[in-house]
């Protein structure tokens, strides 16, 4: 009895091999067809089309960041002068 049941573990574990070499060759075939190809390259597309979108964002972005830090530094100069203005007329008054 012992020996029966050593057996039939051994032979699920052939049939469990056997039937993945089934399902490998299987997929394989599947994934080399016409029609596979064709899938993957309208995928490959459709990610070359949203990559050009993203790099589109990217640049829009990136622009704008560009223009808000010129008119940061713009406003912060124009500051430093009035500043600078101030301070000049308060030493003017003083003296």
């Known amino acids: 009895m012992f020996e029966i049941s050593k057996c039939l573990k051994c032979g699920k574990g052939l049939g469990l091999f056997a039937g993945g070499v089934l399902f490998g060759t299987a997929g394989v075939k599947l994934l080399s067809s016409r029609d596979a190809k064709n899938l993957y390259t309208k995928c490959t597309a459709a990610v070359l089309r949203a990559r050009e979108s993203v790099m589109a964002a990217v640049t829009t972005v990136q622009e ?32």
Not at 65 to 91: F, T
């Open 64 to 95: 704008n960041a560009e223009d808000i830090l010129a008119e940061a530094k713009q406003i912060n100069e124009d500051r430093e002068r009035e500043e600078a203005a101030c301070v000049q007329e308060d030493a003017a008054e003083e003296e």
